[in-house]
């Protein structure tokens, strides 16, 4: 038997229509009451609500919806004529007393407006004409018709103009929701990728066709210090969680700065007022002894702070407001160009972050399940062969041990690619869970050497070193022969220092583009502004290395990853 087609459900009216209906009832009829002083009267309203039942039961109904509607407008029409003829005695003049009915007439008018219905809306308009004047003709007060009065013909013109004009504003502003709701309907896709190509048309004409903030940062530290003394300086940017991060700074000495919002601090109160700050001692976290000027000029980008700049300088009254209007001269512009690269890093970090998650699901879902179906044949196979049948079996033994170490390999991509830095754990807490991870998988020994001060990396930086740091413990694993696995992490922003080593086998080639993964970690470091370094360990083995910044006192990049190597 063919099953029954469900029942359509009806279309009911919307609960703010019927509200509206019934305020419009109880009106015209206390002005009725108050007109005629009769409550026979109120007979016109009850005829209203019959005739409006249609709307309510089926409002888009193609025959009884359009109907009710007529029959509104006719009731009006009719019913005001014979309110103005038993208008009380006390009213203002004969044939006012139609005003009291007459107010009805916006509610079909305007729903049929709001629909859309041009034409139903005039055929209203000339049935609700043709009623007034009907009405008015066949009511009278006293020996002329009430049409002749001039009261009645005042009242019914004054409020078919109402009504027309009601339907025309009803029907322009439904046209205009309709547009807005057009260029707002969902083409996500087609509007982003809009939004991308004029991004990156945009990234292009850029001087220096950069979107990088700690290159703009640098720039901007650089162009301060030619224009006001700064012994310290910094550029700082909000990563979330009240907390800022360093993108640059300049100095002899690495300084821990205040990065927290929350505290007692000129960093704080320029954040909040978005107005420039001066104080007379250090926002390092450890103050320093004698004279200090410090300034702090929030990078207000429209109505949005997107960083700070901090100065100081170990002299007093190093900014008086003429150095003051100097640096602000310069930290405008720069904060337009600092919100557009950190959009683009947000963007950028966005679409990697949802690639990757769609690869784990594919991974996991498509791939990974066929190979444990595999498995589970092979065993099946394994327990069902002869007992004479020793070679296959052993074949069969040999073939499942590689698809056992083929679904490990792909259970740690899965684990590389859903692996991020935490916002409370830090880049340090994420690779040495992943070091910790993949050597108890691949049986090495993990030591892990963790230097990280409370000042966070950039979130796109963190990315990138985690990801570094991913492929150099990966290929030890994988292609080294390593027993031992060690890492360092040296996290003092804005720099930063990576470190992994083994003692295994090594490599021939040391260059970067030598092969596919080490090509893929020098293009991550290129893009943070580090640099990759890889060298032989003694007595055997490979040390990656991935530096960002300048360390923490003058010295040289080299001699810090060589020092770290000779352990």
Same mark, same amino acid.
């Given at each position: 038997?063919?099953?029954?087609?469900?029942?359509?459900?009806?279309?009911r009216?919307?609960? !703010?229509? %019927? @509200? =509206?209906?019934?305020?419009? +009832? /109880?009106?015209?009829?206390? &002005?009725v009451?108050? $007109?005629? #002083?009769?409550?026979?009267?109120?007979?016109?309203?009850?005829?209203?609500?019959?005739?409006?039942?249609?709307?309510?039961?089926?409002?888009?109904?193609?025959?009884?919806?359009?109907?009710?509607?007529?029959?509104?407008v006719?009731?009006?029409g009719?019913?005001a004529?014979?309110?103005?003829e038993?208008?009380?005695?006390n009213?203002?003049?004969?044939g006012?007393?139609?005003?009291a009915?007459?107010?009805?007439?916006?509610?079909?008018?305007?729903?049929?407006?709001?629909?859309?219905?041009?034409?139903?809306?005039?055929?209203?308009?000339?049935?609700?004409?043709?009623?007034?004047?009907?009405?008015?003709?066949?009511?009278?007060?006293?020996?002329?018709?009430?049409?002749?009065?001039?009261?009645? !013909?005042? %009242? @019914? =013109?004054?409020?078919?103009? +109402? /009504?027309s004009?009601?339907? &025309?504003?009803?029907? $322009?502003? #439904?046209?205009?929701?309709?547009?807005?709701?057009?260029?707002?309907?969902?083409?996500?896709y087609?509007?982003?990728?809009?939004?991308?190509?004029?991004?990156?048309?945009v990234?292009r004409q850029?001087?220096?066709?950069?979107?990088?903030p700690?290159?703009?940062?640098?720039?901007?530290?650089?162009?301060?210090?030619?224009v006001?003394?700064?012994?310290?300086?910094?550029?700082?940017s909000?990563?979330?969680?009240?907390?800022?991060?360093?993108?640059?700074?300049?100095?002899v000495?690495?300084?821990?700065?205040?990065?927290?919002?929350?505290?007692?601090?000129?960093?704080?109160?320029a954040?909040?007022?978005?107005?420039?700050?001066?104080?007379?001692?250090?926002?390092?976290?450890s103050?320093?002894?004698?004279? %200090?000027? =410090?300034?702090?000029?929030? +990078?207000?980008?429209?109505?949005?702070?997107?960083g700070?700049?901090?100065?100081?300088?170990d002299?007093?009254?190093?900014?008086?407001?003429?150095v003051?209007?100097?640096?602000?001269?310069?930290?405008?512009?720069?904060?337009?160009?600092?919100?557009?690269a950190l959009?683009?890093d947000?963007?950028?970090?966005?679409?990697t972050?949802?690639?990757?998650?769609?690869?784990?699901?594919?991974?996991?879902?498509?791939?990974?399940?066929?190979?444990v179906?595999?498995?589970?044949?092979?065993d099946?196979?394994?327990?069902?062969?002869?007992?004479?049948?020793?070679?296959?079996?052993?074949?069969?033994?040999?073939?499942?041990?590689?698809v056992?170490r083929?679904?490990?390999?792909?259970?740690?991509?899965?684990?590389?690619?859903?692996?991020?830095?935490?916002?409370q754990?830090?880049?340090?807490?994420?690779?040495s869970?992943?070091?910790?991870?993949?050597?108890?998988?691949?049986?090495?020994?993990?030591?892990?050497?963790?230097?990280?001060s409370?000042?966070?990396?950039?979130a796109?930086?963190?990315?990138?070193?985690?990801r570094i740091?991913?492929?150099?413990?990966?290929?030890?694993?994988?292609?080294?022969g390593?027993?031992?696995?060690?890492?360092?992490c040296?996290?003092?922003?804005?720099?930063a220092?990576?470190?992994?080593?083994?003692?295994?086998q090594?490599?021939?080639?040391?260059?970067?583009?030598?092969?596919?993964?080490?090509?893929?970690?020098?293009?991550?470091?290129?893009?943070?502004?580090?640099?990759?370094?890889?060298?032989?360990r003694?007595?055997?083995g490979?040390?990656?290395?991935?530096?960002v910044?300048t360390?923490?006192?003058?010295?040289?990049v080299?001699d810090?990853?060589?020092?770290?190597?000779?352990?």
């Open positions: 038997m063919t099953p029954e087609a469900p029942a359509p459900t009806p279309i009216a919307h609960p !703010l229509a %019927v @509200a =509206a209906r019934i305020v419009m +009832l /109880a009106l015209v009829a206390v &002005l009451l108050l $007109t005629t #002083q009769q409550l026979e009267q109120l007979w016109w309203v009850a005829l209203l609500i019959v005739a409006g039942l249609p709307a309510v039961i089926a409002p888009r109904h193609p025959v009884l919806a359009p109907l009710g509607r007529f029959a509104e006719i009731v009006v009719i019913g004529s014979q309110v103005a038993h208008t009380a005695s009213a203002l003049g004969q006012i007393g139609a005003a009915l007459l107010p009805y007439l916006s509610v079909p008018l305007t729903v049929t407006a709001l629909r859309r219905r041009s034409r139903e809306s005039a055929a209203l308009l000339g049935t609700a004409t043709l009623a007034l004047v009907v009405g008015g003709a066949i009511s009278s007060t006293g020996d002329d018709p009430l049409i002749a009065k001039p009261g009645y !013909l005042v %009242v @019914a =013109a004054q409020w078919l103009i +109402l /009504a004009l009601g339907t &025309l504003a009803a029907s $322009t502003l #439904q046209r205009i929701m309709q547009q807005r709701e057009k260029a707002g309907r969902p083409q996500p087609a509007e982003a990728t809009r939004l991308l190509t004029q991004l990156r048309s990234a850029l001087p220096g066709a950069t979107l990088d700690g290159g703009i940062s640098e720039h901007l530290v650089e162009e301060l210090r030619g006001a003394r700064a012994d310290r300086a910094a550029v700082l909000a990563s979330g969680g009240g907390r800022l991060v360093v993108l640059a700074q300049a100095g000495d690495r300084v821990d700065w205040e990065t927290s919002l929350d505290a007692d601090s000129a960093i704080a109160e954040w909040a007022s978005q107005q420039p700050y001066t104080a007379s001692r250090s926002q390092a976290r103050h320093r002894r004698g004279d %200090v000027s =410090a300034l702090v000029v929030p +990078l207000v980008a429209g109505v949005r702070t997107v700070l700049v901090i100065i100081e300088a002299v007093s009254g190093a900014y008086p407001p003429v003051v209007q100097r640096v602000t001269g310069l930290t405008g512009p720069a904060a337009l160009r600092l919100e557009a959009l683009f947000e963007v950028r970090s966005l679409a972050n949802e690639e990757r998650q769609r690869l784990a699901r594919e991974i996991h879902d498509g791939v990974a399940q066929e190979l179906m595999v498995g589970y044949g092979i099946n196979a394994l327990a069902t062969l002869p007992d004479d049948a020793k070679e296959t079996a052993e074949e069969l033994r040999t073939l499942r041990g590689e056992t083929v679904i490990t390999e792909l259970r740690l991509s899965l684990f590389e690619l859903r692996s991020e830095v935490d916002r754990g830090g880049l340090a807490a994420a690779i869970e992943y070091a910790r991870t993949v050597g108890a998988s691949g049986g090495l020994r993990v030591h892990v050497t963790l230097d990280e409370t000042a966070r990396l950039p796109a930086t963190e990315a990138e070193l985690l740091a991913q492929e150099a413990i990966t290929n030890a694993r994988k292609h080294a390593a027993t031992n696995l060690w890492v360092s040296s996290i003092d922003p804005p720099y220092q990576i470190e992994v080593s083994d003692d295994g090594g490599i021939a080639d040391q260059r970067p583009d030598g092969r596919y993964g080490l090509a893929i970690m020098a293009e991550r470091a290129e893009r943070i502004r580090g640099r990759l370094e890889i060298s032989p003694s007595p055997s490979t040390t990656v290395a991935v530096v910044g360390p923490p006192r003058r010295g040289s080299r810090s990853v060589t020092a770290s190597e000779g352990e």
